[in-house]
T-cell receptor, first 113, second 112 residues
Framework: EAQVTQNPRYLITVTGKKLTVTCSQN?????MSWYRQDPGLGLRQIYY???????DKGDVPEGYKVSRKEKRNFPLILESPSPNQTSLYFC????????????FGPGTRLTVL | GENVEQHPSTLSVQEGDSAVIKCTYS??????FPWYKQELGKRPQLIID???NVGEKKDQRIAVTLNKTAKHFSLHITETQPEDSAVYFC???????????WGAGTKLIIKP
């Protein structure tokens, strides 16, 4: 089954404790992206990747890191999480560019205390 | 840079009536305008999209119209049903980096 998976789905952590949210897709998509969703603000892009070893900042990259060592995986790293990073995070992938149909993962709800 | 405004933030309609959600964008070079539906607790999913070389696109009960001169596009849902209740997001392509800029979302409530 073609899909985008994320783990964990739910995470409660404390300020400053490094964490990684994994994202994987099995559709051989070139493009992957991370978004955060907050009430009233819609979807804001954190980072995106057009291909392996190619990553770019989105609109809200501060406090986040990503890597794209393999085509299928695009982990999101919070080196020192803070309470303002409490949010719902979505990974997405598409065949070509960001302007193709994006397939979203199930989301990760992160709470930073 | 590109900016997308979406209205209304909440829309309540009687089942069977039509619903219209409107988005405006700022960059006249934008050329791709998708609409995504997010049901409660679920992930966003594409329901319809339009490119700047057409003015209207339909898929059963949903349609999208694009007015390039006025820089706005709208989602039309006819004969609304309970399963149409969801948050709808519009987006426009950012010509400088081919990424999507998203609207803030519209919560559509279908009243029985």
């Amino acid at each position: 089954e073609a899909q985008v998976t994320q783990n964990p789905r739910y995470l409660i952590t404390v300020t400053g404790k490094k964490l990684t949210v994994t994202c994987s897709q099995n559709m051989n998509h070139e493009y992957m992206s991370w978004y955060r969703q907050d009430p009233g603000l819609g979807l804001r892009q954190i980072y995106y990747s057009m291909n392996v070893e190619v990553t770019d900042k989105g609109d809200v990259p501060e406090g986040y890191k990503v890597s794209r060592k393999e085509k299928r995986n695009f982990p999101l790293i919070l080196e020192s999480p803070s309470p303002n990073q409490t949010s719902l995070y979505f990974c997405a992938s598409s065949l070509g560019q960001g302007v193709d149909t994006q397939y979203f993962g199930p989301g990760t709800r992160l709470t930073v205390l | 840079g590109e900016n997308v405004e979406q209205h209304p933030s909440t829309l309540s309609v009687q089942e069977g009536d039509s619903a219209v959600i409107k988005c405006t964008y700022s960059d006249s070079a934008s050329n791709y305008f998708p609409w995504y539906k997010q049901e409660l607790g679920k992930r966003p999913q594409l329901i319809i999209d339009i490119r700047s070389n057409v003015g209207e696109k339909k898929d059963q009960r949903i349609a999208v119209t694009l007015n390039k001169t006025a820089k706005h596009f709208s989602l039309h849902i006819t004969e609304t049903q309970p399963e149409d209740s969801a948050v709808y997001f519009c987006a426009a392509s950012n010509p400088s980096n081919y990424q999507l800029i998203w609207g803030a979302g519209t919560k559509l409530i279908i009243k029985p």
